[in-house]
């Protein structure tokens, strides 16, 4: 459902409208809040992905360079100790971090994304958290490529490095997100497994998925294919959601609209909003399930506040650490 409206007498919701779609501009702006979070596996122990039984990140690998003589300041570590004992002087390994790692961000505008109760539909927040997370990557040297995918069809962008590719993702976001304001009478929940199985094909190994969406349309396929991804790569579910969808409000008779089709509810009804906060449970439950069995942290970003500063909280470091390292996360 993408809109309500109050009928006559009804109690409207204390909250401003939803803002309802993003343009190429806000997206680019964003560039400059992309910093205080990270998708790397070392993360500070707040982070929803600090610690092994959250994430099974792997992070970037290490290549081989050289051995060399130890020099003072050189890390101990590095010492190694088979090829000091046979050369008879300390020698070190030294290794340098692959910086080519690609990046593919599944970006969810369907119309079961056309919705929101306050600050932005979830569509917004969606291509808002996409922007974000590929300037972020950029910004580290990766390459970021995308799946958009709408009731329509998909669009795939392979992996590019610079900022170059992200503004290329981001008017294809920007194009998606434009379109839900044309009716439709197609429901892709489909889509989402096609989005999945596109991006088996992208990236056969050592990359990361962010499949940023409302996970509508989730069934047994979406478990195999996730399981695919993650025998290779790692995934990282960014879940979109509005406050408005976990608990009916008590707003009396009002009309639900999905664009082509209306319903009239009167949500005053205890029994009601019961039954759809239990429903609403229950599929937060299976999606937490998923995410236990195959290791797949999850960042629930709600639509009623700024992305930027959800992701700070729930993968970034706190500003004290950041003041005390002189460096940005």
């Not at 009928?7 to 993003?22: C, E, I, L, Q």
């Not at 205080?36 to 122990?45: A, I, K, T």
């Not at 390459?143 to 290329?168: L, M, N, W």
Request: net charge positive.
């Amino acid at each position: 459902m993408a809109l309500m409206r109050e009928k006559p007498g009804a109690t409207p919701p204390s909250a401003p409208s939803a803002r309802a779609f993003v343009t190429l501009d806000e997206l680019l702006r964003l560039k400059h809040r992309a910093s205080g979070f990270s998708f790397l596996p070392r993360q500070p122990v707040h982070s929803l992905l600090a610690g092994r039984h959250t994430s099974r990140l792997r992070g970037r690998g290490l290549n081989f360079e050289e051995l060399r003589h130890y020099f003072e300041g050189d890390d101990t570590r590095t010492i190694d100790w088979l090829a000091t004992a046979r050369l008879g002087s300390p020698h070190v390994r030294v290794y340098s971090e692959e910086r080519d790692r690609p990046v593919i961000l599944l970006v969810d505008q369907r119309s079961t994304m056309f919705f929101g109760s306050r600050r932005a539909m979830k569509s917004v927040a969606a291509a808002e958290a996409a922007a974000l997370a590929a300037w972020r990557v950029s910004s580290l040297g990766d390459r970021v490529g995308a799946v958009v995918f709408t009731d329509d069809g998909i669009v795939s962008i392979k992996p590019q490095a610079r900022d170059r590719g992200v503004v290329r993702i981001l008017s294809e976001i920007t194009k998606a997100n434009a379109a839900l304001a044309r009716p439709t009478t197609v429901y892709g929940d489909e889509r989402l497994n096609e989005a999945l199985a596109t991006a088996c094909r992208m990236v056969a190994h050592d990359g990361l998925v962010c499949l940023i969406s409302d996970a509508a349309g989730e069934d047994d396929e979406t478990q195999h294919l996730i399981t695919k991804l993650t025998a290779h790569n790692d995934v990282l579910a960014i879940f979109i959601h509005d406050p408005l969808e976990q608990e009916l409000p008590d707003i009396g008779r009002a009309t639900f609209s999905s664009g082509t089709a209306e319903i009239e509810v009167d949500a005053s009804g205890v029994s009601l909003r019961q039954r759809f906060a239990e429903d609403r449970q229950r599929w937060r439950e299976r999606l937490a399930g998923l995410s236990r069995k195959r290791a797949i942290p999850v960042l629930p970003i709600s639509t009623d506040r700024d992305v930027a500063d959800q992701y700070r909280e729930l993968i970034g470091r706190r500003q004290t650490q950041r003041l005390a390292s002189g460096r940005h996360a």
